[in-house]
């Protein structure tokens, strides 16, 4: 099974709510990783997981709250967030957190914030 | 900054014709990986080379790297409709951080 799992697809938020994001593999893959996708533009990092523990945040805002519950989860928490949030959030994961293996990415969740 | 550039930043083709897309890096990297997304969703991984090779192929696809000049071409030759995508080339960077390149849309007209 090399797939990635998000939900939801598509999230639509007012800048007052919480909601939150999730992520699955069952690859057992020891890093995870968040990206942020705006339109026309490629990934851009926000976070990485390795061994459960946050190994990178890429000067995120802090109403993005990442966390990691076990080795095949993470969440992504979000709160008062504003519309210049609306993206595409792209989970992936790979076998360690080095750069030499490939990433997988999920399909992905479509954030709309009113 | 660290970020690759791709061009051409949109390319369109007919069904049969060959592809070829390049990319562009400043630091030096140990591999380079090339990416496919189609429109909206999450990205594929297609093929990586390392530093130490010059080229690499996978099925339709093949993948030049010249560290020299610190770029990396991707052909994909017999194209489909099916290829219709954006590509991206990434590299690592600090140990554990990926860097996408701006990417190249392809068209693939049937």
């Known amino acids: 099974d090399t797939e990635v799992t998000q939900t939801p697809k598509h999230l639509v938020m007012g800048m007052t709510n919480k909601k939150s994001l999730k992520c699955e593999q069952h690859?057992?893959?020891?890093?995870m990783y968040w990206y942020k996708q705006k339109a026309k533009k490629p990934p851009e990092l926000m976070f990485v997981?390795?061994?459960?523990?946050?190994?990178i945040n890429e000067s995120v805002p802090s109403r993005f709250s990442p966390e990691c519950p076990n080795s095949s989860l993470l969440n992504l928490h979000l709160h008062a967030l504003q519309p210049e949030d609306s993206a595409l959030y792209l989970c992936?994961?790979?076998?360690?957190?080095?750069?030499?293996?490939?990433?997988?990415f999920g399909p992905g969740t479509r954030l709309t914030v009113l | 900054s660290q970020q690759g550039e791709e061009d051409p930043q949109a390319l369109s083709i007919q069904e049969g014709e060959n592809a070829t897309m390049n990319c562009s890096y400043k630091t030096s990297i140990n591999n380079l990986q090339w990416y496919r997304q189609n429109s909206g969703r999450g990205l594929v991984h297609l093929i990586l080379i390392r530093s130490n090779e010059r080229e690499k192929h996978s099925g339709r696809l093949r993948v030049t790297l010249d560290t020299s000049k610190k770029s990396s071409s991707l052909l994909i030759t017999a194209s489909r409709a099916a290829d219709t995508a954006s590509y991206f080339c990434a590299t690592p960077y600090n140990f554990n951080k990926f860097y996408f390149g701006s990417g190249t849309k392809l068209n693939v007209k049937p």
């Open positions: 992936a994961s790979s076998q360690t957190e080095g750069g030499t293996d490939t990433q997988y």
């Open positions: 690859m057992g893959h020891r890093a």
């Open positions: 997981y390795s061994y459960e523990k946050l190994s």
